[in-house]
């Protein structure tokens, strides 16, 4: 898969999950069987504003130089990687209800696909 195409489908993961906890946290947490208190209301709020930056900076570095999205490539995997394994380590808690393998799935296919694509075109393939 192209990169270009990779990143404008972690846009379009990322937009709708951002505006859904900036908007929303108490209604998309529920069915992982999570309640929020305010403080956890603020923190999915702040996680769902960053959601819809990293959406906006994936969807605008489809056309990017290489250079630019081999970085925003190997953020995201890094990103996605933590993410996977709080997402299991949330599941595996039980603060998560089975949902929770949702969220695990999600970030572990994102990551596996920027991954991939990383493992394929190493920096020295690239410069030929």
Known sequence: MRISTLLAVNAFVAMPFGIAFTFAPAEIAAPYGVQLPLAGL????????????????????????????RAAAISIAVADAIGTTIAISGVVSGTLNSLGWSAVAIYGLIFGAFAIHLIRRPVAARAS
């Open 42 to 69: 603020l923190l999915a709020r702040l996680f769902g504003a960053s959601l819809i930056g990293f959406g906006i900076v994936s969807w605008l570095l489809r056309t990017a130089d290489a250079g630019a999205q």
